[in-house]
């Protein structure tokens, strides 16, 4: 399993949303291009101070995310 602690969310980098080690890369942005076709090769050439192991924490992290008990919607009567 991926090292977690690459994932950090602060308040004052990129809204609080969750980056990998503060770089100001979101965790989103990596989810994106990674949906989108690209391979960690190519991430991790055109964005070189990321490491692999940062890919396997942003996919570690939204599976982690994936894994909820259910989801509950408040509908008004």
């Known amino acids: 399993m991926a090292n977690l602690s ?3 969310i602060d308040p ?3 809204h609080g949303k969750p980056v990998i080690r503060g770089l100001r890369y979101p965790v989103e942005n990596i989810l994106e291009l990674l949906s ?8 991790l050439e055109d964005y070189e ?3 692999r192991e940062d890919i396997y924490a942003v996919l570690s ?3 982690r995310l994936s894994q909820i ?3 509950e919607t408040n509908i008004a009567a």
Do not use: F, H, P
């Not at 989108?36 to 991430?43: K, V």
């Open 69 to 71: 008990k259910r989801i």
């Open 49 to 51: 101070d990321l490491e």
């Open 12 to 14: 004052s980098i990129c």
């Open 6 to 8: 690459r994932i950090t």
């Open 36 to 43: 989108s076709g690209m391979t960690t090769d190519e991430i």
């Open 61 to 63: 992290y939204a599976t």
